[in-house]
Nanobody, 127 residues
């Protein structure tokens, strides 16, 4: 079992920045693919970013490309999501997720590929 705990959410003005953290405990953190998703009220869960277990490969969709950076520190069992130039439409509960994968460059963009999920952290961007 892997437990994930997100932190770093909060209220920020449009144009501001936040850094979310996700701390993993339980089984070995690597090799685990890590991902961030978000879900706004009344909307489906949306993929935000993913990173391979080596940290060498990352991916984020066009909707957030250039505004988010995902990174990880395996020694601390932690993955981060740096978000800049935040917009009101970024308001959502942000979840981190993980699943074991030995591929050094592998990442997942689909929620159903992730085995473990955190409880989420609220991000609210005011206009």
């Amino acid at each position: 079992q892997v437990q994930l705990v997100e932190s770093g959410g909060g209220l920020v003005q449009a144009g501001g920045s936040l850094r979310l953290s996700c701390a993993a405990s339980g089984r070995t953190f690597s090799p685990y693919v890590m991902g961030w998703f978000r879900q706004a009220p009344g909307k489906e869960r949306e993929f935000v970013a993913a990173i391979s277990w080596s940290g060498g490969t990352t991916y984020s969709p066009d909707s957030v490309e250039g505004r988010v950076t995902i990174s990880r520190t395996n020694a601390k069992n932690t993955v981060y999501l740096q978000m800049n130039s935040l917009k009101p439409e970024d308001t959502a509960v942000y979840y981190c997720a993980t699943s074991r994968d030995y591929g050094r460059s592998t990442y997942y963009t689909r929620a159903d590929r992730y085995e473990y999920w955190g409880q989420g952290t609220q991000v609210t961007v005011s206009s």
